[in-house]
């Protein structure tokens, strides 16, 4: 099978087609749910139950998407004339509303996968990728390029252009291998009763698009080498993970970087590369999980790595990273805090957690410098740090979806969650927290935003009440107590 996604600005609808790639190939969907409104705020409160009584503008970039196939982001948005718009699926295709009345999307097909605001004014985006501006005065959408977040742009769209808009920030997503990990027919099973004693006989055996298959009753104490085809490398008992203890052998890793170094298109499953570059003396992103140059999209299905120096790093290589039920704990160098327990640098083009589990001792547990983030589901913890940092803000609004975040009444750090905090290379697209938990006994737990708009939506909060640290054009709402 050939999947091929082309795409102009990373968006709802392209996340759409990735999950569909991942679940075409054994992964699981992310799943989302609209977040209900609070009952007390230390901010504007931007989404009341009665939406007649919301402020209005809604904050510019917040969207309300169709993600998997369900209405997921703000529970509505309203734009500077104050009509209220929602978004729901009808026959399985995207409904656009304005204060309740069904509107038209012309040349379409009839379908809307999210609804987004720009200077008070609602542009949407159809399923070809397009983007559209509402126009009052037609009482249509029409097509035009969508401007970037803080821009002025008043009621009426500029109509003329068709196709795919480039977009202001977006990047091309890769192309998936012709030829997908684990399609070609063939198994190369490794282990004691296998063909291959070792993962790494296997791997210079591997032919495009193989399964390699691991007995995970033994642990394979080796640093296999990187590899250069799509290959999809599962235990051979799903639930029980394939232990690879790289404890000693830093100087034997592949390329120098990690003890799974994929470099093209990869599926792994129940892996969990253990004691990975500990010995180092500071952060070199040497990881159980280094995606590497050639590698288009990486999906890890139930994966796992505890006590490496990163459990998954990715370098300057635009990749798409899909991570379900991963566990990474006690990762980060004890001295050093710039190692993580998952990290992506600027190459990194989407990054999806979906039921992730992250802690580091002395890192973030989530640092990702892509221009899109999504994290469906699982917890993080960082005494040191920030526990999510998005260091260069976002391109395409950001959703953090029932992820739990700890911080304990002993740690050093206070902060959740941070955005823009370094730059603003990617844009200041917002970052939505929908029904998470926090557990926050440290005494001023810290949501920091240098730019795009933080809203907690939805919360449960243990210990003491959220602090808003804003500076630049950043700013936090939403439900902190």
Known sequence: MTTTITASDPSAAEANALIAYAQAFGGTAATSTVAGAGTSSTATNYFPTDPTKAPYPSPDGLNIIIFNGAVSGEPYLRDNTGAIWT???????????????????????????????????????????????WNSAMGDFANGTLPAVGTSTGTTASTGTTGASTGTTGATLPVPAKTPPGTSGRTLTVGPK??????????????????????????????????????????AVPGQHVTIDCNGLTSSLARGKGALVPAADTILDWLMPINVATDQTSGQLTSGIRPDAGLGYLILNSCAGNNNQCGVGAGAVPCVIIDNNGSYLNCGLTTDGLSHAWYTSTGTLMVLLNG???????????????????????????PNATVLDVPDGLTVSGIVDSVTFTKTATDPNHGIAGLSMESGTNGAAGLLFSLCTFNVACPTPLMETNGGVMTVVGPAITGNPITAQVSGTGAVQGYLT
Not at 100 to 117: E, H, P, R
Not at 118 to 125: N, P, V
Request: avoid cysteine.
């Open 87 to 133: 978004l729901a699926i009808v026959s399985g295709q995207g409904q656009p509303y304005i204060n309740g009345n069904a509107v038209s999307i012309s040349g379409s097909g009839g379908n809307m996968t999210q609804l987004t605001l720009r200077g008070g004014a609602i542009w949407g985006q159809v399923g070809t990728g397009q983007w559209q501006a």
């Open 194 to 235: 296998g063909t291959y004693a070792t993962i790494t006989l296997a791997l210079a055996a591997a032919q495009a698009g193989d399964l390699i298959s691991i007995d995970p009753s033994v642990t394979y104490k080796e640093a296999p080498p990187a590899w250069t085809v799509p290959l999809r490398i599962s235990s």
């Open 356 to 382: 992730t589990q992250v802690s580091s001792p002395q890192g973030h547990g989530v640092k990702s410098r892509a221009p899109q983030l999504y994290w469906f589901g699982g917890s993080g913890a960082a």
